[in-house]
Structure formats: C-alpha cells, structure tokens
C-alpha cells in the first residue's frame, strides 16, 4: 500500500515521504529560513546589460541579481527601434526597463538565480503557459494510444490564441470537463497575476509558489496512494481545504495521525532519510555506492566491498552492479541531485551484462518526474547522464558549508602547515623595513613549530635580524593561521608576548543569521478555484481497433453488436451444448452413460423404473428447430429424458430408440445420422454421431436438413428441454 506521510510537528522542517509499505520511494523536505524561490514570480528592473553574455542582470529583490538569457525575454518586452530610428534587433532590451520574471533555477554558490519572462502556472491536471503560445503539448511520460486521445480533448477545450497549454501526466484520464475546469482556474491566475503586476513598482513579489504540502498533493497525489496522514492539526485542516476545493474524489483518503509514537518511525522510514544525508549508502548483498559532489558534476562510485554472493567474479559484479542501478535511481530522487552525473560500474567482460545494467537504470528511473538523459557504459566502464534539478538539493536546503575545511572533505596535516608557516614568516622577514613578525597559529602547529624546528627560528633571527614571535591560540583550528608583519616597533615595547593573542572571534551562527532581506508578501496570495472540479466518470479509453471501426462504420462495436437481430430459432438449432470432447469420449463407456439407459432397449432391466408412465410423458414442443417429418412419433418416453452436466446444463440432446439402430429397408441412419455424416460405433453396437462445436456447423445442420431429399425418411426432429428460467424451446441458448 502506498501512502504520503506529512509530518509537521517541528515548525523548523516540514517533512513530506512517499512509502510503499516500508520502503521510502521519494522525499521532499522545506525549511522555513530557506524559503524556496522557484517558480516564484517578481516583478524586476534590468540593471545591466551584457552582450558578451547575450543575457541581462535584474534586480528582483534578493541580494544577487538574477541572470535572464536574451532567448528567454519574450517578444512583449523587446523594443523594436533603437534611438536613431534603426531596427534594434529582436533580443534587444534597455536598463531599466521593468519586466516580469520566473525564477527557473535556485540561486546556487556564487551563481544568480536563472531567470525567464516565459510564464508557467502549473495547476492539478494543466500547466497553462499564457505568454508562449508557441510552447505546449502532452507531457512525455504519457505513451501510446493516450496521446492521441487526448490531442483531441484538447482540441475541444477553450483556449485562446496567445496562450499555451501542456497536460500533465494526472490528466491522462480526466475528461474535457474537467480540464476546463483547471484551465479555468489558471486562466483567472493568470489575469490576477497581471492586474497586480501593475499596481506597484518593480521590484517586489508578485506571486509564491505553494509550499511543500501542497506541491506533493498537486504532484504526487495519484489514485494508486490509497492514504494521506498528516501529524499535525492545522496541516491536517490545510490538506482538507485543498482536496475539498481541487480534488474531492481524494477527500476520504485525508486522515489525522494521533498516535503517540511519531509517523515517520511508525513506517521505519526515519533510518532511509538519515541515509540520504551520508556520502555512502550500503547495498542489500554487501556493496556500496559512494556519492561525491563537485563543482563540475556528481560522481557516483560503486564498490563491491563484502558482496560475494556470485559465483565468479562476473557474476558478482552484474549482481552488485543491478543493486546499484536500483539505489541510484532512488537516491537521485531523494536528494533531488542534478546537473551532470559520472557512475563508474564494477567492470565488467560481458557486453550482454553491460547492456542489462543499463536497461535496468533506465527502468528504475521511468518513475521519476525530471527529465533524464542516460548514455552507455563506455569501454572505461563509466556511464555519463543527466538530470533536471526540479527543487532545491536536500544538502542545500539543510546542509552548511564546513568552516574548518571549507567544503573540501580533508584538511593538512600539523607538520605540513607548520613547515608552511615556518616559509612564510622567512618570506615576510626578508622584506625591507621587517621589524618583527607574529605568527598566531594552532596550539598543536605552535608546540611543532617551538620545539622540533627552533633551530630554524634562531637561524633566521640571526641572518635577517628580525624578531620572531609565535603565539598559541585556543581559538584556532589546524589548518588555519594568521601571520602579521611589523614595520615599527612603537607603542610594542611594552607589551608581552601573550598581549598579543587575539580574542575569539564571537559571530552570529550562520543558522542565527537573517537569511537574506526579508520579502514582502506576494501581491497574490492563497488563489483557490472559485468551484470544485466537476466530478465525472473516467474518460474510457478505446483500442485503436475500436476507433478504426468507429471512424469507418460511423459507430462503435458494441453499438453494431446490439442493434443486430436476434437469430431466427428455425435457421439456427439449438446449441447449449458441452462442447468438451474429453467429457464425450468417456461418457460414452463410462458410469455417466449407463445412468440414463434407454427405456426401450429390451436388455434394461431398469426400463420400467426409469420412466414407469409414459402416458404423462410432456408432447414434443412443435417449434424444435428443426425440419418436422412424418416419421415423428406421438409420445416418445425417450424423447423426455434429460442428459445433465456436471454444471447443470443440458448436456446432449436424448435420443429416441430409433436414433441407435439404423433402419435397413430405408437406407436412412437414426436420428443425428446424415448421408455423409461420419458414424461411430460403440461396443454395445449403438451408433452415434461425433458432435461438432460452433457456430458453423449449426447453419450446416440446418441447411443439410431443409435441403433433404427424402423427408418422408427423415428422423425426428430432437427436442430440449429448457431448465427453469431458461428460454423456450426452439430459440438460441448459445450466449
């Protein structure tokens, strides 16, 4: 059973899993001091214009500037004359013009946020872009005969000329109702976005995207996650509102989680997010993957380590490399790493077991919702690809910067800081005017420095003439120091040595820090749709032979299929028949064929039990569905015994006592005996015909008996018997 579990009871996190049963399959994470940007939209000044770059800097707001390419302003913005009256160019924009912005990528190190005036409101089954006419279409994860349907649906929906229009992959079987209802809501987005972008001047917040308990109900929220519990009562009241407003259908599956032990250790799942945050992640048969994140891109190593399940040493790499694959792709959507990845496999000799690697890559990633791009494990055994950042990392959301390694992962050891130190107070000494040099250093580099290399001290105390000083400080941590050099020795006299320690340096946490300028509230606040989304039946989807018929004949199948006659019951004979020809064979020797013997057959000694009044016997119905002869007798006892299956249907149909014997002075077989019928003999010496199944040898009988050319000869015609409830004699019981 899948499920999404909100948990909200620290304000500090708002927490948001996907399980499946036990296993964590997505995660997303917001902190409130580190408010997502994307998708926001502002309203900016062009600051400056660089056509080096073939992009503009604007000032939407935050401390950096925003980075817009020349190919992402749209034409509305661009001016189509220069000064001196000259076309200007269709990428042309000046400073100081105000213009509205998306962020599409998070600000990231020393890099602006990307920026584009291209538009996109993603609602619950639509995503409207309404300044990119040009852009749209059917989201990619939607294959086969779906696509074509819903071209069409969206033919049918009401869009105008300057907008464009995408359908998501929760739209695939909504019916045109209810995608106009969500184009409607963001068609009225749209223009409140607008009416506000022009009630106050630039720059300054126009409109947030949702925060993370609304983002996974409008884009994880699907009909296979059968439940939705949420630990805290005023998200609990969030969620309501919005399935009440959006998704109704979905309202029942909202429940409030009291339990005393907390939701995410409930389902176990709290051990799988810590192990998101390690560089290293453990494989079922005793590997591990190693992931490393640089500037360039993420490399991503995989180790065999204690997995030795295989039989050879191929065996265990193609093992340890498709548990890898899986964890790989889970990992990637649960740090929402992006950008470019380098995954070095277990090498591996067998092209075939390259090949399944791959494809089984390909399949663990076909869930999730970034675009990727995948190449093949090359002869090194790396295998290049790529992935949309789709929100901001869970390492940039909740992970700082080492202070003591500056994000490196190493630092130097005490020997080697100290000779580093030791060369640069020789470099300082040796310059003119050098009186002394200071140099504050950790304590375990200063103890290294004062005792293993004093005869380097004096020595160049006694060549340059310069005093040296070194200080220990408790504040500082190897590999860091501070060297001062000094020209004058006034006002240093009179001070000793341990004067000069610095103080610590008592800063703000970086946690305690006012996380950038605080915004305004956005001009367009909490836009809920007007109505809920009309409840309708599923869209069915029809098979392409179903829509080839529909367009060639002009209706459906099931339409032709029910406007067809019922079958005339004097062309076509009865066919409540068993059909199975094992069942047949071994009734005719076994126990079932002597249960219902032939009253007439003068070696039953049990002819007068079975039928001890044929005077009562029911008369033959007239209608038999078949050819009536005059060899037909009045009251036949036989003809009113029943042959039941196992099932309760009628199995075969009676036979008179005429049927088993054929009638040598006419030359005419018994009843089911034709002139060119095949005849089997049993070993009582009873003739019967072999039955044939269908449909075609039902028109074939009756055809053979209208066409007779003795009907003075004929046999007669058989009856049936209909259960209770079943239709009359002399109609089609076949179904």
């Known amino acids: 059973m899948k499920r999404m579990l909100i948990n909200a009871t620290q304000a500090e996190e708002l927490r948001v899993a996907l399980v499946d049963g036990q296993k964590l399959y997505d995660f997303d994470i917001e902190v409130p001091s580190k408010e997502q940007k994307k998708s926001n939209i502002y309203k900016g000044i062009i600051t400056r214009v660089e056509p080096s770059l073939e992009a503009a800097f604007v000032n939407y707001g935050a401390e950096k500037h925003g980075f817009l390419p020349l190919k992402e ?24 013009q105000e213009i509205v912005v998306q962020i599409e990528k998070e600000e990231r190190g020393n890099k602006g946020a990307a920026l584009t005036t291209y538009i996109s409101l993603a609602g619950t089954y639509l995503v409207l872009m309404p300044n990119n006419p040009k852009a749209g279409g059917i989201s990619r994860r939607i294959e086969g005969e779906n696509r074509s349907e819903l071209r069409e ?70 009909g296979d996650i059968d439940e939705i519990l949420i630990d805290q009562e005023a998200s609990f009241k969030l969620v309501q509102n919005f399935l009440k407003q959006v998704m109704p259908h979905n309202l029942h599956k909202a429940k409030l989680y009291q339990d005393s032990v907390p939701l995410f250790s409930r389902y176990q799942i709290e051990t799988q997010i810590e192990m998101a945050y390690k560089r290293e992640v453990t494989l079922p048969s005793g590997g591990s993957i190693v992931i490393d994140h640089t500037e360039a891109l993420t490399s991503i190593d995989i180790n065999s380590a204690r997995a030795t399940k295989g039989s050879d040493i191929e065996e265990t790499a193609l093992n340890t490399n498709l548990e890898a694959a899986d964890e790989i792709a889970r990992q990637l959507r649960l740090r929402d790493l992006g950008g470019l990845f380098v995954i070095d496999f277990i090498d591996m000799m067998s092209n075939k077991n390259q090949r399944d690697v791959e494809n089984r890559l390909r399949d663990a990633l076909k869930i999730d919702r970034a675009r990727i791009q995948i190449g093949r494990i090359s002869r090194f055994g790396l295998m290049e690809m790529s992935r949309q950042r789709l929100r901001p990392s869970l390492g940039d959301s909740t992970q700082l910067t080492c202070p003591r390694c500056k994000g490196q992962g190493t630092i130097r050891n005490v020997e080697s800081v100290t000779l580093a130190v030791l060369r640069l107070i020789e470099e300082d000494a040796m310059k003119k005017g050098t009186e002394r040099v200071i140099a504050h250093l950790p304590i375990d580099c200063a103890t290294f420095l004062l005792n293993e290399k004093r005869a380097a001290i004096q020595e160049l105390e006694a060549r340059l003439g310069v005093s040296i ?257 079943t239709r009359p004699t002399g109609t089609d019981s076949s179904d």
Request: aromatic share 4%; proline share 8%.
């Open 153 to 222: 649906t969206m033919a049918a929906l009401e869009i105008p000329d300057t907008m464009g229009l995408i359908i998501r992959t929760a739209g695939s079987d909504k019916n045109v109702e209810e995608l106009q209802w969500d184009l409607n809501y963001l068609m009225q987005l749209w223009e409140a976005i607008d009416r506000s972008s022009s009630e106050q001047t630039a720059p300054f917040l126009i409109f947030q995207e949702s925060n993370v308990i609304i983002r996974a109900l409008r884009d994880h929220l699907r």
């Open 469 to 725: 000083v070194v200080l220990p400080s408790k504040h500082l941590e190897t590999p860091s120091y501070d060297i001062e050099r000094i020209k004058s020795l006034e006002g240093l006299e009179d001070k000793a040595s341990h004067q000069h320690i610095k103080e610590e340096d008592i800063s703000v946490p970086e946690f305690a820090k006012q996380a950038g300028p605080k915004f305004e509230k956005a001009a367009v606040k909490e836009f809920l749709p007007d109505a809920p989304v009309p409840v309708q039946n599923k869209r069915t989807s029809t098979s392409l032979i179903q829509r080839f018929w529909q367009k060639l004949i002009g209706k459906t199948i099931e339409a032709d299929i029910s406007e067809k006659p019922a079958a005339n019951s004097e062309e076509k004979p009865k066919q409540g028949r068993n059909n199975n020809r094992k069942d047949r064979v071994a009734g005719r020797n076994g126990k079932r064929h002597k249960r219902n013997p032939n009253p007439n057959n003068p070696n039953n000694p049990n002819a007068a039990v079975e039928n001890p009044n044929p005077q009562e016997a029911k008369p033959q119905t007239e209608n038999s569905g078949a050819v009536e002869t005059a060899a037909k007798p009045a009251n036949n006892p036989a003809g009113t015994q029943e042959r039941t299956s196992r099932r309760g249907r009628n199995r075969r149909r009676p036979r008179n006592a005429g049927d088993r014997k054929p009638d040598a002075n006419s030359g005419v077989e018994g009843n089911h005996q034709h002139q060119d019928r095949p005849v089997n003999v049993n070993n009582h010496g009873e003739n019967e015909t072999r039955q044939q199944a269908g449909t075609s040898y039902a028109y074939e009988f009756a055809e053979r008996t209208q066409k007779s050319e003795q009907p003075a000869a004929q046999p007669a015609a058989e009856t049936f018997r209909p259960e209770p409830n």
């Open 73 to 96: 302003i749209a034409p509305q913005y661009r001016s189509h004359d220069t000064e001196d009256g000259k076309p200007a160019g269709k990428a042309s924009v000046r400073e100081g």
